[in-house]
Nanobody, 123 residues
Framework: VQLQASGGGLVQPGGSLRLSCAAS????????IGWFRQAPGKEREGVSC?????????YYLDSVKGRFTISRDNAENTGYLQMNNLKPEDTAVYYC????????????????WGRGTQVTVSS
């Protein structure tokens, strides 16, 4: 099982980034996917999650609603997080994860994790 996150970087406030999460080694369609972030000295938090294909419902952290969009391409076994209008408070290491099909967006309930990708929002 492998999850590979990519797409992080340094961006100015108001800018955009798209994170990708390439999955392998499990039946991607049957799992919920999620994006989590952790800033220095803070607890890991759920940014956005999407339940498995059979459900497809989504969750967004209040502070990212209207700015971030989660999606998945099951044919490519890849999840995405489009991040627009980025703010300095979005700076963190972002992780992708996969969990049970109807899991809530709680990092403690996810089964598989990728290595993080750094997102830095600064002028």
């Amino acid at each position: 099982v492998q999850l590979q996150a990519s797409g992080g970087g340094l961006v100015q406030p108001g800018g955009s980034l798209r994170l990708s999460c390439a999955a392998s080694g499990f039946n991607f369609d049957d799992y919920a996917i999620g994006w989590f972030r952790q800033a220095p000295g803070k607890e890991r938090e759920g940014v956005s999650c999407m339940r498995s294909t059979s459900d497809g419902s989504t969750y967004y952290l209040d502070s990212v609603k209207g700015r971030f969009t989660i999606s998945r391409d099951n044919a490519e076994n890849t999840g995405y997080l489009q991040m627009n209008n980025l703010k300095p408070e979005d700076t963190a290491v972002y992780y992708c994860a996969a969990g049970p099909p109807l899991v809530s967006c709680d990092y403690r309930k996810m089964n598989y994790w990728g290595r993080g990708t750094q997102v830095t929002v600064s002028s």
